[in-house]
T-cell receptor, first 114, second 115 residues
């Protein structure tokens, strides 16, 4: 069975700072996908970024980037120039290719302070 | 761009009643997923359908059933509701053909409160 662990229940930074959220996972599979989802107070689940395990290059989406370390089974999210609108719960998620289900971590509650 | 539609957005039921949640996937998406998120918890996978056939099953109670119809919309039927069923229920959809394989896009959720 796959497991996803987010060891930081809460984080808080000042606006415009850079913050890194940690995620580790455990699997014996070789082909899989990793995701970060954002859940603001509205509780909508919003895709932030995705990484294919077969790609060595780290995914980037504007101010969001990941540090994917396959051997270490680590998948951290870096948010640069943080904004007040980044305040949300962030979930790391894992999906084996073809499995058609996401396994989520426990979430990290991120607060951006003005 | 069109998103996943869920209805109703809010639902209040009594214990032992029945509830039906509906999900309309993004157009041309062929796979639908259901998740349950309890208060302060991460989403838990319930069940998924690909091309109207059940494709994977998680920790879905026997009191719950679901199906995907010919127009790809899906319904989650919940019977003999219990207080512990109070949660946010998400539907998500994805497509193997739209270049976004394995990327699930979530609807706004249905908030179910069982009294």
């Amino acid at each position: 069975a796959q497991t996803v662990t987010q060891s930081q229940p809460e984080m808080s930074v000042q606006e415009a700072e850079t913050v890194t959220l940690s995620c580790t996972y455990d699997t014996s599979e070789n082909n899989y996908y990793l995701f970060w989802y954002k859940q603001p107070p509205s509780r909508q689940m919003i895709l932030v970024i995705r990484q294919e395990a077969y790609k060595q290059q780290n995914a980037t989406e504007n101010r969001f980037s990941v540090n994917f370390q396959k051997a270490a089974k680590s998948f951290s999210l870096k948010i640069s120039d943080s904004q007040l609108g980044d305040t949300a719960m962030y979930f790391c998620a894992f999906e084996v290719q073809g499995a058609q289900k996401l396994v989520f971590g426990q979430g990290t509650r991120l607060t951006i302070n003005p | 761009a069109a998103g996943v539609i869920q209805s109703p957005r809010h639902l209040i039921k009594e214990k032992r009643e029945t509830a039906t949640l509906k999900c309309y996937p993004i157009p041309r998406h062929d796979t639908v997923y259901w998740y349950q998120q309890g208060p302060g918890q991460d989403p838990q996978f319930l069940i998924s359908f690909y091309e109207k056939m059940q494709s994977d099953k998680g920790s879905i109670p026997d009191r719950f059933s679901a199906q995907q119809f010919s127009d790809y919309h899906s319904e989650l039927n919940m019977s003999s509701l219990e207080l512990g069923d109070s949660a946010l229920y998400f539907c998500a959809s994805s497509s193997l053909l739209a270049g976004g394989q394995e990327t699930q896009y979530f609807g706004p959720g249905t908030r179910l409160l069982v009294l």
